[in-house]
């Protein structure tokens, strides 16, 4: 081999290394400060949340109106219309309609705190 194909493929390889370990790594779950996934799980069955959502772990009766919330944590974005980040998904759980106006979620008067624990159950591996 020449030098100029070695010092060519030299780079070429070292990056197709690189990127096949990013690809090979998972990113970890995700996280919610503030969130007690029990507590959430409480708050959950409190608000009513499985009459409409279809929740793992959680006993749903027909609840088909929303959409099922299982793997939340994995999902690119919350309600179709916002980046699922943590601080996204306590604000629509919050206040939905802020989001999207469009959305037929109702605002449930939950609290920061509150919605801070209902995303941390949501978001949990089950």
């Not at 959950?44 to 006993?59: K, T, W």
């Amino acid at each position: 081999m020449s030098r100029v194909s070695i010092a060519f493929l030299l780079p070429v390889a070292c990056a197709a290394l690189l990127s096949l370990g990013a690809c090979s790594s998972e990113p970890g779950p995700m996280r919610i400060a503030g969130g007690d996934p029990q507590l959430g799980r409480e708050l959950i069955q409190r608000y009513g949340c499985v009459a409409c959502h279809a929740i793992p772990g959680l006993s749903s009766y027909g609840a088909n109106v929303g959409p099922p919330l299982h793997r939340m944590g994995e999902r690119a974005y919350v309600g179709g219309v916002i980046a699922n980040t943590p601080d996204n998904l306590v604000a629509w759980l919050q206040n939905p309609a802020a989001i999207d106006p469009r959305t037929a979620m109702p605002r449930l008067g939950i609290s920061e705190r509150e919605a801070r624990h209902i995303a941390a159950y949501l978001v949990k591996p089950h």
